[in-house]
T-cell receptor, first 114, second 114 residues
């Protein structure tokens, strides 16, 4: 069974740039959720994708956008980067949207914005 | 809206001592509750979950948690701490209609003294 993999693991960008983070979901999972974890804080829900459609969004501006592909892998795009976007971005996969809530997390992509 | 509050950002116990990590929840409907653990430089891993069955929930690595509706609490305990338990612990909540949109607390860092 293949777990959740994320790429890149680390990256550095400057203010105003754009970034794309990638996630491969666990085998058999059709739902991907993205979270932002700032240093010393808990993960904050960004959005969820189910069968290629956005299925819920947290309190993040439109410059945070995403995609899910037919193989259920996903991308998180952030435009016009700000210093406060520096964080660990976590992808989590699950089977369906109304399961008992067990999310399987990747190890994250650590973004530093200078 | 549902939320969780974790009391104590840092807890330190001696090896072999009782571990108690506190979590209180707020939800207008019966919640699902979870504890996740995050080891350094890793993603989150599910420890245990409450989904309205037994109020005492047993998880992995000897951890358990008790759902107390009257106290709106879901504290995590382990009778005897081990050095390998040192990690960040997150309490989380969701509601049935959107079970995978989990809301996390701010986390408690557990340190184990030799």
């Amino acid at each position: 069974e293949t777990g959740v993999t994320q790429s890149p693991t680390h990256l550095i960008k400057t203010r105003g740039q754009q970034v794309t983070l990638r996630c491969s979901s666990q085998s058999g999972h059709n739902t991907v959720s993205w979270y932002q974890q700032a240093l010393g804080q808990g993960p904050q829900f960004i959005f969820q994708y189910y069968r290629e459609e956005e299925n819920g969004r947290g309190n993040f501006p439109p410059r945070f956008s995403g995609l899910q592909f037919p193989n259920y892998s996903s991308e998180l795009n952030v435009n016009a980067l700000e210093l406060d976007d520096s964080a660990l971005y976590l992808c989590a996969s699950s089977l369906g949207t109304e399961d008992t809530g067990e999310l399987f997390f990747g190890e994250g992509s650590r973004l530093t914005v200078l | 809206a549902q939320s969780v509050t974790q009391l104590g950002s840092h807890v330190s116990v001696s090896e072999g001592a009782l571990v108690l990590l506190r979590c209180n929840y707020s939800s207008s409907v019966p919640p699902y509750l979870f504890w996740y653990v995050q080891y350094p430089n890793q993603g989150l891993q599910l420890l245990l979950k409450y989904t309205s069955a037994a109020t005492l929930v047993k998880g992995i690595n000897g951890f358990e948690a008790e759902f107390k509706k009257s106290e709106t609490s879901f504290h995590l305990t382990k009778p005897s701490a081990h050095m390998s338990d040192a990690a960040e612990y997150f309490c989380a909540v969701s509601v049935y209609s959107s079970a995978s949109k989990i809301i996390f607390g701010s986390g408690t860092r557990l340190s184990i003294r030799p």
